[in-house]
């Protein structure tokens, strides 16, 4: 089973920026797609940005033009680079992967934009 680990998440300014990591442990095999979801308290969970083996990307209207995802391969990691942060991107962010074996999903990482 493939283990996910998130990172970067923390206490930021309107209009900062944050980049956010996925880390996958052992190697990923057999990749399809890995999505970043938010969820904030009282509110419904959200895709943020998705990425597909073929570096095809998609993201929420809500990010489009500040987020980029994009994967180092080599490092079985995603990225989620953040800026122009907004207090409504606060949330706890989570990575999922979909492989052609089985999906799996990390605990997440709070991000706390304040205004």
């Known amino acids: 089973q493939v283990l996910l680990e998130e990172s970067g998440g923390g206490l930021v300014q309107a209009g900062g920026s944050l980049r956010l990591s996925c880390a996958a442990s052992?190697?990923?095999?057999?990749?399809?797609?890995m999505t970043w979801y938010r969820q904030a308290p009282g509110r419904e969970r959200e895709l943020v940005a998705t990425?597909?083996?073929?570096?095809?990307?998609n993201y929420a209207d809500s990010v489009k033009g500040r987020f980029t995802i994009s994967r180092d391969n080599a490092k079985d990691t995603v990225y989620l680079q953040m800026d122009s942060l907004k207090p409504e991107d606060t949330g706890n962010y989570y990575c999922?992967?979909?492989?052609?074996?089985?999906?799996?999903r990390g605990q997440g990482t709070q991000v706390t934009v304040s205004s």
């Open positions: 999922n992967l979909r492989t052609i074996y089985r999906e799996s």
């Open positions: 990425i597909t083996s073929g570096d095809r990307t």
């Open positions: 052992p190697r990923i095999m057999g990749f399809i797609a």
